[in-house]
């Protein structure tokens, strides 16, 4: 064999070997955390799903805009929590809705509460909503434990319903013990 195709097939090997070491190394350091740095997780949560829509606002109850109350009347309104609660002492005098909300089940604390409220014309029209929230711990719900009285709440009429509001339903889009 000549000397000359040797030098050339041996020279390409040499070639191709520092590329690969070059290679292997950029790599290398170009993955490898610095000191103090913080090493991307090895998998992440995959947070959406093709077809699944992303929640968006407060929570809703669809039967506020389907019910129909009478002038003077509140109504309660089914919701995906009412197996674990009862509503008790239900008002409305026209310028809130009132009421309590004791849990029926086995809870030691209420953690999160919504009850909401539907405001209707004198011909049954929901007119708008306003919401109650209790959050444990927030000022004025220190307690624990459950209530033998129930959560109390009181949901105004908003100023610019007030005029036409005659009747209400209430219901709980959000509820959450221990």
């Given at each position: 064999?000549?000397?000359?195709?040797?030098?050339?097939?041996?020279?390409t090997l040499i070639a191709a070997s520092l590329l690969l070491l070059a290679a292997v190394v950029l790599v290398g350091r170009v993955s490898t955390?610095?000191?103090?740095?913080?090493?991307?997780?090895?998998?992440?949560?995959?947070?959406?799903?093709?077809?699944?829509?992303s929640a968006e606002g407060e929570p809703d109850l669809p039967g506020l805009r389907t019910t129909r109350p009478s002038p003077g009347q509140i109504l309660q309104i089914q919701g995906a929590f009412d197996d674990r609660l009862e509503f008790e002492g239900l008002a409305f005098d026209g310028e809130a809705a009132t009421g309590s909300v004791k849990v029926t089940s086995d809870v030691s604390d209420l953690l999160e509460l919504q009850v909401l409220a539907g405001f209707y014309d004198d011909s049954g029209n929901l007119l708008g909503t306003a919401r109650f929230v209790h959050h444990l711990g927030a000022e004025g719900h220190g307690h624990s434990g459950p209530s033998d009285d129930g959560e109390e709440f009181s949901i105004p009429v908003p100023a610019e319903l007030k005029p036409r509001a005659v009747s209400a339903a209430v219901g709980v889009p959000v509820l959450v013990n221990e």
């Open positions: 064999m000549n000397r000359k195709p040797r030098i050339l097939v041996l020279g955390p610095g000191p103090g740095a913080v090493a991307p997780p090895a998998a992440a949560a995959k947070t959406t799903f093709p077809g699944l829509a």
